[in-house]
């Protein structure tokens, strides 16, 4: 079979794409269901239905787009990301997976390759945790990682539901519904940036993964006493953000005293109440993001950072009060995924790391419910969830190319 990728066209849908944003030029900003969001999906769909996909969306707003295979009986193929973004992001991040996913599709149909199970092309909702706080719920409700009601659960900054805000955004079916049945996939893929400087650095054109990490956070709220910046006086203080910021550095802390590389966590969101200058900060709300490679070590580190909390607690006189959000276990990806992926790359020629994800991706949690795997792109300086995150044209196509040729197999 020798395809080819229509490159230009690739990269011009990836522009295209880029346009639908909140942010100035090159700076994308798309958080799910706002509408921005909801005209780059539109977007998406029309490009989709153009290459003559079947599309259907879920209660969710995960869009599934389907080229029918020979046996529509047959348990079908899956590749596909996200193309949300949280604020102040790049072009690539999940959207090198949608549309690389669909030019990898439309190379097959211009080979004239007809294949024997159905090949989805998923767009994830909500992979994100910008909005809800919490990453991945399109593919935890896939996966039955999350129950509709725990998803219900979570609410945005405005206090507004998931099943509200999906509502109004036109998906109203019932979330008990997203769920697929095990063995609906049969395989699925992947396509993703690095995300990081591996390959950039080992001049090597492409990542296949073997595991990925498993994530974790927290919402963590602090209450202490405000008052006046003036008339209190230092002993005086239950000052909720100076205990905010002895409690970063001891998750920073924590993460650094693991003994291992692959312990990260960071607090990406800090928001202090009533944030006037002469006014001692009464109330924090923080994040914890915590990732790691092995669970149990991941899980070490989160007891260390809910013991410091209850030490800085009692010797500011603040309250603390952590609330988990998510502890994910990691993932393997699976051999026959790998093993297709990387014929591909050997037949052209192309070279390749295997390597681990740091970051989460959807594919976490389709990898509970279908053998899974994941193509990393290289990206310049491993920047990403930046503006200046970049991936070059030729290495993008390199990635569809490999990415058709799996799908091909694993459809035959
Ligand atoms: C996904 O965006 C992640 O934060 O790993
Ligand atoms: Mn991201
Ligand atoms: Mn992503």
């Known amino acids: 079979m020798k395809l080819e990728i229509d490159q230009r066209r ?3 849908e990836l522009e295209t794409l880029a346009t639908f944003s909140d942010a100035e030029p090159p700076t994308v900003t798309r ?32 869009i599934f787009a389907r080229w029918n295979g020979a046996d529509p009986t047959a348990p079908a193929v899956g590749t596909g990301s996200h193309i949300d973004a949280i604020p102040n992001a790049g072009k690539y991040d999940g959207v090198v997976g949608v549309l690389g996913g669909l030019e ?13 199970s159905s090949i989805d092309l998923l767009v994830f909702a909500t992979e994100e945790p910008t909005r809800f706080g919490i990453g991945c719920l399109g593919s935890r409700l896939l996966s039955g990682t999350f129950s509709a009601e725990t998803a219900t659960k979570f609410k945005d900054r405005d206090g507004e539901s998931v099943d509200e805000v999906r509502k109004r955004a036109g998906f109203s079916g019932k979330l008990g519904d997203v769920k697929l049945p095990k063995g609906y996939y049969k395989a699925f893929v992947e396509l993703h940036i690095e995300q990081g400087p591996l390959l950039e650095q080992a001049k090597t054109s492409l990542g296949i993964v073997k595991n990925i990490a498993a994530p974790a956070s927290l919402r963590i709220a602090i209450e202490g006493a405000g008052g006046h910046a003036g008339g209190v006086l230092m002993p005086n203080r239950k000052d909720a953000l100076c205990a905010a910021a002895e409690l970063i550095l001891a998750v920073e802390n924590a993460a650094r005293s693991s003994g291992a590389v692959d312990t990260v966590a960071t607090v990406g969101v800090c928001d202090v109440f009533p944030g006037a200058v002469n006014s001692i900060p009464s109330r924090v709300k923080m994040t914890v993001d915590l990732r790691d490679t092995e669970l149990a070590r991941r899980d070490g580190v989160m007891k260390a950072i809910e013991r410091a909390a209850q030490h800085i607690s009692a010797k500011r006189h603040v309250s603390i009060q952590p609330e988990l959000l998510n502890a994910d276990a990691p993932a393997d990806c ?12 050997r037949k052209h020629g192309f070279s390749f790391l295997e390597m681990v994800s740091r970051a989460y991706h959807d594919s976490l949690f389709i990898s509970r419910i279908a053998p899974t795997g994941m193509l990393f792109i290289p ?22 190319l490999v990415l058709a040729e799996s799908l091909a197999k694993l459809s035959s």
């Open 10 to 12: 690739l990269n011009s």
């Open 31 to 62: 958080i799910v269901f706002t509408p921005t969001d909801l005209k780059a999906r539109a977007w998406v769909i029309s490009r989709c239905e153009e290459a003559g996909l079947a599309v259907r969306q879920d209660a969710i707003g995960n």
């Open 104 to 116: 990898a599709i439309r190379a097959l149909q211009r080979n004239g390759f007809r294949p024997k």
């Open 334 to 345: 699976a051999p026959e995924v790998r093993g297709a992926l990387a014929e591909s790359c």
């Open 379 to 400: 990206c310049r300086n491993g920047y990403s969830h930046r503006p200046d995150e970049y991936a070059a044209p030729e290495d993008i196509g390199r990635g569809a």
